[in-house]
């Protein structure tokens, strides 16, 4: 007779009641969540009037001001009504400002999905394992799902501004190579804007701005700049501050100082840059391949580089036309032929070719990606496995591998599979709860109020530490940047494009549905967690043969090796499965955001986001495992640091972990 899971009927015969009780123990949990669901934060609404601290894209912005018509409100406050109470025929009479051109919004009535494995889409939260201290002696359930995602920052808080900041900076830095950064040579060089004079390095000239907002909105709080970047997830070095080794890096924390984070080594993660090579034979167990035969092979041969297309230095929406235009729908400026290079792509050697990557990539393709190196190289599996091999690298089963449990099948399947659920949840929070407006929306204000002087609500909305002296030293370098279009012929020659407008990478600007959370972040968070429970995450990157790569410095069509040899980089012997798959997630997540199109909390928050409904979901997939041989749990360190127990009714911290 063959097993059954734990807790279910002991015969295994009975494969219906088996999975009946199955389905009971994961529906007594999802309805032990609150009920509840985050209403329209009002903070969002501070000057309702125009809801402009709102996503409104698609309706009716006027000319002058970029803000919504009166008739846009009207329209605003019936789209909210309609997928309030999931009315497909309310929404579709909703009136967009441009009907006849085509951008629709994107699945707004997504925000009701349900779900059945995992918790409730609406009730995915964000509070982190690092409320362990606090949880209750029975589990942490209440405290790691089914709670309300931390409130976005309101678009007059000095707190937000200091978001759009450094979206700015991520914008005027997406042409500087990631070697390049601090050295003040080559793509680093200030001689590349007249408005920088104080430093010969751009990406330290950024650190350096973005280090003195956050000691203004420090001073304003009464706290250091610590504080407030750790509340921004803003990751500082450890001397203190921003510095070009940590600017536009993700915020992974160690739970202690030996663990390596988002901070260590180079800022790709391995997963973005190791060639794919084909598994052999398909659906087998690893070792198979070499029974056959593949390491005689030409692997080398057979591998897929991990190429990005090469993007010009192509920016949209730069004139106040043109951002008037992309709020109400339009795409005013397509591609051109040259704003690619059609001969070749490369590795991404910059923050725009990140961003031209996720303009393109697939739903859930990285976590596939990262599946396929992980089993190509035979990293160990989880050591709750049954079919982990011992210590000394014999097989547990004489008869038995994996395959479709715990095998290739698991990790291949449940990236997809978890990928739904974490999109579900991300538009629960973007359209149910929050609609918070997009950077370029909240860049057309900045543009409105600084360099227009207008004030059409007769007060300022975003907060005065746009004035300061450091964020003026930033506005200026973005009018330079934004002029740079007219120069080169990408708008007209009587266009106005030294504005403060936040430049968009693509034709179409942000997509056409809110900003908070990010669903690629949301996607990266489930998607690393997944496969950081499956595998061995503590395992180091080199445990199994798989060299460390980084991008050839004087031919970024090729790759280098940095375990050994003249582009050695001493931080490979403390990278770990986990560490690499974090910095995956952020990688990814801040790819959008040199797009132009999200906050930095859009990413932070969408990673925590997808983690919560990731180990929700594994909940409810740790109870269909047949071997009772299982320990029925996940072992691995969360983004925040804390090693964590994930079992089918509770998450907990794991024993031995501190």
């Known amino acids: 007779m063959g097993n059954t899971p734990t807790g279910s009927n002991s015969n295994g015969t009975d494969q219906p009641a088996v999975t009946e009780q199955i389905r009971e123990r994961a529906a007594e949990q999802q309805t032990d969540s609150p009920d509840d669901w985050t209403s329209p934060d009002e903070r969002q609404r501070s000057h309702a009037a125009r809801y402009v601290g709102s996503f409104t894209k698609l309706l009716e912005h006027d000319s002058d001001t970029g803000l919504l018509t009166e008739d846009g409100v009207e329209e605003f406050e019936r789209l909210e009504r309609a997928i309030r109470e999931n009315d497909g025929d309310a929404l579709d009479a909703v009136t967009r400002a441009n009907e006849t051109d085509g951008r629709r919004w994107i699945s707004p009535r997504s925000a009701n999905a349900g779900s059945m494995k995992g918790v409730h889409p609406s009730l995915a939260g964000d509070r982190t394992a690092v409320d362990l201290e606090s949880a209750k002696e029975d589990g942490i359930r209440e405290e790691y799902g089914a709670v309300e995602m931390t409130e976005p920052h309101p678009v007059d808080s000095p707190e937000a501004a200091a978001e759009l900041l450094e979206a700015y900076l991520f914008a005027v830095c997406r042409d500087v190579e990631f070697d390049d950064y601090g050295t003040g040579e080559r793509t680093d060089d200030t001689a590349a804007f007249d408005s920088i004079d104080s430093h010969d390095s751009i990406t330290r000239w950024a650190a350096d701005k973005l280090n003195a907002v956050l000691q203004r909105v420090a001073d304003r709080r009464d706290e250091n700049l610590q504080s407030v970047a750790e509340e921004l997830e803003i990751p500082t070095a450890a001397t203190g501050g921003v510095t070009p080794e940590t600017l536009f890096r993700g915020y992974s924390r160690p739970d202690t100082p030996d663990r390596p984070d988002d901070l260590t080594g180079q800022f790709h993660s391995q997963f973005v840059l190791q060639q794919l090579y084909p598994l052999f034979p398909s659906g087998c167990a690893p070792y198979v391949a070499g029974l056959t035969g593949v390491t005689e092979l030409d692997l080398d041969a057979l591998a897929v580089e991990r190429h990005v297309p090469i993007a010009n230095r192509r920016e949209f929406g730069v004139t106040f036309d043109q951002f008037v235009a992309l709020q109400n729908g339009e795409i005013p400026e397509t591609y051109r032929e040259e704003d690619f290079e059609s001969d070749t792509g490369r590795y991404p050697i910059t923050g725009r070719d990140l961003g031209t990557h996720v303009h393109t990539d697939g739903p859930y393709q990285e976590y596939y990606r990262a599946a396929t190196v992980l089993l190509f190289w035979d990293f160990p599996r989880t050591t709750q496995s049954p079919y982990t091999p011992d210590e000394n690298g014999r097989p547990t089963s004489p008869n038995e591998a994996d395959g479709v449990t715990f095998g290739p099948v698991d990790p291949f399947s449940l990236v997809g599979a978890v990928s739904y659920e974490a999109f579900k949840a991300a538009w629960a929070q973007k359209w149910r709860s929050f609609t918070r407006l997009r950077p370029e929306a909240m860049a057309g204000l900045v543009d409105l109020e600084q360099r227009q002087d207008a004030s059409p609500l007769d007060e300022q909305v975003v907060d005065d530490l746009v004035e300061s002296d450091p964020a003026s030293a930033i506005l200026d370098v973005v009018a330079e940047f934004n002029g740079r279009q007219r120069d080169q012929r990408f708008v007209d020659d009587d266009a106005e494009a030294e504005t403060y407008l936040l430049g968009q990478m693509y034709p179409e600007g942000s997509p056409t549905h809110p900003s908070y959370p990010s669903g690629h972040a949301t996607m990266a968070g489930a998607g690393v967690t997944v496969l950081k429970a499956l595998f061995d995450d503590t395992a180091d990157i080199t445990t199994t043969g798989m060299r460390p790569v980084g991008i050839d410095p004087d031919d970024p069509t090729e790759h280098v090796f940095i375990d ?81 127990r994930v079992t089918p009714d509770s998450v907990e911290r794991a024993p031995d972990s501190g």
């Open 564 to 644: 050994r040899g003249d582009h050695a980089d001493d931080a490979v012997s403390e990278m770990t499965v986990g560490s690499e798959l974090d910095k995956l997630a952020s990688n990814i997540a801040h790819a959008r955001m040199f797009g132009g199109v999200h906050f930095r909390s859009d990413g932070e928050r969408g990673i925590r986001l997808g983690e919560q409904v990731a180990i929700r979901f594994l909940q409810d997939h740790l109870r269909s495992y047949p071997e009772t041989e299982f320990g029925e749990c996940f072992e691995f360190t969360s983004r925040n640091g804390t090693r964590i």
